[in-house]
């Protein structure tokens, strides 16, 4: 235990003596996140049905009741937040409900 709180003690100090120094000595990098993007009915639908996925399977895999995906669909609500990222992810890749299975459907 006591070598972790040296580790971190050590790590603090020389973070506190790269920012009061004139040369940088510490790697920086510099991150942009994405804006959020918004999606409509259409959008929604085409990226579902490009999974594979029913809207109940579909609305399971979201984390979101049957009801919410399909007033996404009808263009009642929209998605936002945490879902609005994940359908840019299965936008991106369909094959992530595969890829990652978090329903499977039983027969």
């Known amino acids: 235990m006591r070598s972790v709180y040296d580790s971190i003690l050590t790590g603090?100090?020389?973070a506190l003596e790269d920012a009061e120094s004139k040369e940088k000595k510490l790697?920086?990098?510099t991150v942009s996140i994405m804006p959020i993007k918004e999606y409509d009915a259409q959008e929604v639908?085409?990226?579902?049905k490009k999974t594979g996925l029913s809207q109940k399977l579909f609305a399971g895999y979201m984390g979101v009741s049957t009801k919410t995906v399909e007033a996404?669909?009808?263009?009642?609500?929209?998605?936002?937040?945490?879902?609005?990222?994940?359908?840019?992810?299965l936008e991106i890749d369909a094959?992530?409900?595969?890829?990652?299975?978090?329903?499977?459907?039983?027969?």
């Not at 639908?45 to 579902?48: E, F, H, L, T």
């Open 12 to 14: 603090l100090s020389e």
């Open 27 to 29: 790697k920086r990098r």
């Open 45 to 48: 639908q085409n990226i579902r």
């Open 72 to 89: 996404w669909e009808a263009g009642i609500n929209r998605p936002s937040g945490a879902a609005s990222r994940i359908l840019n992810m």
């Open 95 to 107: 094959e992530l409900t595969v890829k990652f299975p978090f329903v499977q459907e039983t027969n």
